[in-house]
């Protein structure tokens, strides 16, 4: 059965969240906010689990790669590391949650492309400011 509603999620520090609807054929809602938050939202509203689909970006499917370049230091690269590492279990945990609520969860590996306000203009045709967090979300329903 096809499900009415798709939830595009970008985990991390600030985690991007868009709802879109299949029916309607848009995004009525996109925002940034933190992991508890965005859990807490899906564990309180359980009753419409089987009328969404939850897409959530998950870094583990891709390899990191830190350039040695010489202007790239030890400590830079070793903090890419520590966040990218960070998010990618903040994505599994989110994912392994809201599945144990019931919902359906798909992982999905991140794109290079990142859309900027323009794009996502072009795209969707929502003009409101968004952050790349919430850019990256309304992507994935895009996407899907």
Known sequence: MKKRYVVGIDPGVNTGVAWYDREEKRVYDFGTSDFWKVYGDFANETAWRFEVVVIIETPMKTRLYARQDVEQGQRRREKIAANA???????????????????????????????????????????????????????LCYGF
């Open 85 to 139: 590492g960070g998010n990618s279990r903040e994505a599994e945990l989110l994912a392994d949650g809201l599945e144990a609520l019931g919902y359906e969860v798909i992982r999905q590996k991140p794109t290079r492309v990142k859309w900027d306000a323009e794009q996502l203009a072009r795209f969707t045709g929502i003009t409101k400011r968004t952050s790349q967090h919430a850019r990256d979300a309304i992507a």
